[in-house]
């Protein structure tokens, strides 16, 4: 069990454990929730890792599953209890859109991203930052917007930390022509993405206009990966009418493609930064 791995991480592959060994002991989830008197959803949302289970229902649950291994079945209760621990987002979740994708990220060993209007949230500025939220967010008080700000500049930790995150980043051409704020702003965000491309586990690359027709028109993606637990990874995608979280490995694999059909079409990351550079001299 890994140490640095998170909450998020434990309660996926807790729950994927426990659909596991209901699967072997021949069990559906309406039986199961038959059996504890539950709500029906209840099981899905533990085995998809919606809530977070207590180390008394896994005991019960691994009972019923006729799970007789004391080693895994003390393993994944200490993995309830884990799961269950406060993280550094927690303080954060009144600003944080539903779902988990924070708790993802800050486990996740890797991530490709789309973007296809802004600048990815992992590299933008604090100016960026502050003029997005201004613009979609004009009621706000200005502590809000501060604490939406340090929320995404703790997440961009993730990029210099011990353990840092692998970005591999796709933009539309688009996104370095918006304004947002003023050309100063502008000017400093595209400074900052060239000096933040020096980083070894970060690359670029810009989809410029004459790509065309891509897989991913329908708005942002991210594909999520772990490198110890590869069948957690996952897709997320963000929407105005909600975010949706693929999972099924087969679809996963087929993001994962999609994403290096994605990389085939933009520019490399040499070029990428050349493109930024020159709209600084423009």
């Given amino acids: 069990m890994s140490d640095i791995e998170g ?3 434990r309660r996926r592959r807790l729950g994927a454990e426990l659909k596991r060994c209901r699967e072997a002991a021949g069990l559906t989830q309406q039986d199961v929730s038959r059996h504890f008197e539950w709500h029906s959803a209840k099981v899905t949302r533990i085995e998809t890792a919606r809530v977070a289970v207590t180390p008394r229902d896994v005991r019960d649950l691994l009972t019923l599953y006729n799970v007789r291994d004391q080693t895994m079945r003390e393993a994944l209760v200490e993995l309830a209890r884990q799961s269950r621990e406060r993280t ?9 859109r539903p779902g988990n994708f924070v708790g993802l990220e800050a486990a996740a060993s890797a991530m490709r991203t789309w973007e296809p ?68 702003v502008m000017a400093d965000q595209l400074r900052h993405l060239i000096e933040i491309a020096k980083l070894p586990n970060v ?17 942002p993606a991210a594909l999520l990966e772990f490198r110890e637990t590869t069948h957690l990874d996952v897709v997320y995608m963000e929407g105005l009418a909600g975010d949706l979280y693929e999972e099924q490995p087969d679809m996963v694999d087929w993001y994962r493609q999609e994403f290096e059909r994605l990389s085939a079409m933009a520019l490399d990351h040499r070029t990428t930064i050349k493109m930024i550079e020159s709209l600084l001299v423009a």
């Fill in 203 to 219: 690359f670029l690359q810009i989809l410029p206009f004459t790509a065309g027709a891509h897989p991913f028109l329908s708005g």
């Fill in 88 to 96: 550094w987002w927690t303080d954060y979740r009144d600003i944080m």
């Fill in 7 to 9: 909450p998020t991480l």
């Fill in 117 to 184: 209007v802004l600048i990815p949230g992992l590299l933008q500025t604090p100016d960026y930052m502050r003029s997005l939220m201004r613009s979609g967010r004009p009621t706000d008080p200005e502590e809000h917007i501060d604490r939406r700000i340090a929320l995404r500049q703790t997440r961009q930790g993730r990029l210099t930390s011990d353990r840092p995150l692998e970005l591999s980043a796709f933009m539309d051409e688009g996104a370095l022509h918006r304004v947002i704020g003023d050309r100063e």
